[in-house]
């Protein structure tokens, strides 16, 4: 009610609800907002009278993926944030915000029905499967080659054509704030430590401490580690970068064959811009495709189970 409530308001005040980039989309999606709402709203009502029936498990599901969708962008608000820069419109991260917190709210209800006995027990602390953790592998090595291109730039050399301080004029023009900036003047990238936080997600997810704190962790270790802590930005992470990655990929590849033209933006030609956009886009996507794996893995292997 709350989300539908919004959308409402902005619908009808003209508010952008969407943004890409700098250029906002059409005021009128806000509509499309009132109707994800809606729908949230008569799906839940039906379930509360009437109960979890198949049905209506599949149209929260539906709903719950369409406020997936709107939410989309969340994780780029958290990270500008983090660096102390500005997000694009307070209005439009108020709406990831609310459609985030629905889809998970929506996924709960839809999964209500399975919760367990008051019985329960947390099953045992274990690492994921091989398949899983060769997922994790792939999804660090993916970002090796960004990481170098950016640590490049950082330490003032040049790669695509760009040098380093060509990079740091156009972050500077682009509104970087003063803590990214003083980052890459120590030859430091702030998206590298994010990658490397990410890894560590990674890892955490598919390794048996991001169950149980380690010993490293000093007065934690031995505690159980909130599932929250991990599942929270996992599941942010994935439906953030997975298809963004995807869609870029897919993107470079008709670029690369001619089918669409890659644009020049701040690089020298469309040719640096289509090397670096495959570099990054590789990276998030198979990250983001292994963030999703090891997501769900971590998420049956810590689920709750009822005891004998």
Known sequence: MAYAGFGLSCALSGTPLFYLGGDHG???LGWGVVAVGSLAVVACGAVARLGLRPP???LLWVVCVLAGIAAFGLLMDVITLVFGQGVDSGVAAANHVLAAGGALLLAATA??????????????????????????CAGTVAFLPYAAMKLIWASGGTFAGIAGQEMLA??????????WLTLESWGLDATVLLAALGVFLLWGLVRPWGQVFPRWTLWLRGRRVPRWLLLAPALIGAAT???????????????????VTMRRGDFHSS??????????????????????????????????????
């Open 56 to 58: 209506l498990r599949v």
């Open 241 to 259: 970068l997975a298809p963004y990655g995807v869609f870029g990929v897919g993107y470079a590849a008709l670029a690369t064959a001619d089918v």
């Open 170 to 179: 156009i972050s500077k023009r682009n509104g970087a704030s003063g803590i």
């Open 26 to 28: 059409p005021s009128a």
């Open 111 to 136: 999964r209500s029905v399975r919760r367990p006995s008051a019985g329960a027990v947390v099953a045992a602390q274990s690492a994921a499967s091989r398949p899983v953790q060769l997922a994790a």
């Open 271 to 308: 040719s640096d811009a289509l090397l670096v956009g495959w570099i990054g886009m590789a990276a998030f996507a198979i990250y983001g495709v292994a963030l999703i794996v090891a997501t769900r893995s971590y998420w049956l292997r810590t689920r709750s189970i009822s005891a004998a």
